[in-house]
């Protein structure tokens, strides 16, 4: 609850209250006895008397339960209300006995000439018991929800952080890789070279502008990953077998960033590219509702990374905080093929 509801919730209570009270208090008047200085009389009296039971609450919701009882220091908690209520029995005393009888003519109670200090803090406590258990069960229930809502706070924070880090972490294997092959092209003088150099400059642009994103367009993550086939293509020397299939309209659509490069990336490194029989297969499908993502490469099984598939771990995780709920990934790890099935739902 936000903090200026609660604030109108107390309000509202105590007006209530009081209105409540003002109600008892006009009953006790003759229709024709009514008159403007008995309203006046009848809604001071009220008010002042209200005074004690707020006094009672607040203080005991906002200082003691907190500095006491939360902390298990029932002790001092039962001597702090001891103190309080011998503190306000001396003014309860005058306020009934002295104020209220002489300067509005009212009489609550018939022992008045009787009234003491003990007599006043057994009436506080009977008439006011009910506000100290209720001050000490709202104290706690908002302690319980604040620690809840910090928790919450705290596993977000948590959450963008990994999410921040793990992005951190993605493509630094296969940008030195282009680098070098763009180096051996500007080195050899190809042709290829500046259309190399252009298209890691678009890399470079969209990885600096969308990383910083929860979500971009699924168009300008297809472009991103036409951009790295065709790359590593170019650094392949036209030997690598890549079959790229794009189906559906992804216009209006949405997906995490640089989420799909992690299962090429993969491909690409521990996958056979330049066999024309057995091409690194990639197809992707977007419909109304769903999004498919499909990479399937033959294996490379003399090649053995020590790095033991960082990346797929990566974006599992990746997967798992941006869409808890709406993915399934499926790894196939055969004999001879590798395949990673992607589905999102409500893309």
């Not at 050899?188 to 470079?204: D, F, G, M, R």
């Not at 650094?235 to 659509?253: C, T």
């Not at 490469?297 to 771990?313: E, M, S, V």
Request: charged share 20%; hydrophobic share 45%; net charge neutral.
């Amino acid at each position: 609850m936000k903090k200026a509801h609660f604030t109108y919730l107390h309000i509202g209570y105590w007006l209530i209250l009081w209105l409540k009270e003002l109600l008892f208090g006009f009953q006790t008047f003759n229709i024709g006895d009514l008159n403007f200085a008995s309203i006046a009389s009848t809604l001071s009296v009220k008010l002042i008397t209200l005074l004690f039971p707020i006094c009672i609450f607040y203080t005991n919701f906002l200082v003691l339960v907190p500095m006491f009882a939360r902390r298990k220091r029932i002790i001092l908690y039962v001597i702090s209300l001891i103190i309080l209520f011998s503190l306000l029995a001396p003014i309860h005393k005058y306020v009934y006995a002295t104020l209220l009888p002489q300067k509005f003519s009212w009489y609550s109670y018939v022992y008045l000439d009787k009234l003491n200090f003990w007599l006043s803090f057994q009436t506080l406590l009977f008439e006011n018991y009910v506000y100290i258990f209720f001050s000490i069960a709202i104290s706690y229930v908002g302690e319980y929800f604040e620690t809840q809502k910090k928790q919450q706070e705290l596993a977000k924070e948590q959450a963008v952080t990994e999410l921040a880090y793990l992005k951190s972490q993605i493509n630094p294997h296969f940008l030195f890789n282009t680098l070098n092959d763009i180096y051996a092209l500007t080195y050899q003088k190809a042709k290829e070279a500046p259309e190399a150099v252009l298209k890691l400059s678009e890399l470079l642009r969209y990885m600096l502008k969308e990383s910083n994103d929860r979500f971009a367009p699924i168009e300008r993550e297809i472009i991103y990953l036409k951009n790295v086939v065709e790359l590593y293509e170019i650094g392949q020397k036209g030997i690598a077998y890549i079959d790229l299939e794009i189906n559906g309209d992804e216009a209006g659509k949405e997906i995490a960033p640089l989420i799909l490069i992690n299962f090429v990336e993969n491909a690409f490194k521990h996958g056979i590219v330049n066999d024309a029989e057995n091409p690194v297969k990639i197809n992707l499908s977007i419909n109304e509702s769903d999004f498919n993502f499909e990479v399937s490469n033959k294996k490379n099984n003399d090649y053995k990374d020590k790095t033991g598939g960082i990346g797929l771990a990566n974006v599992q995780r990746r997967l798992a905080l941006i869409y808890p709920d709406r993915h399934k990934l499926v790894i196939t790890d055969e004999n001879d093929t590798f395949t990673v099935n992607l589905n999102i739902k409500n893309i």
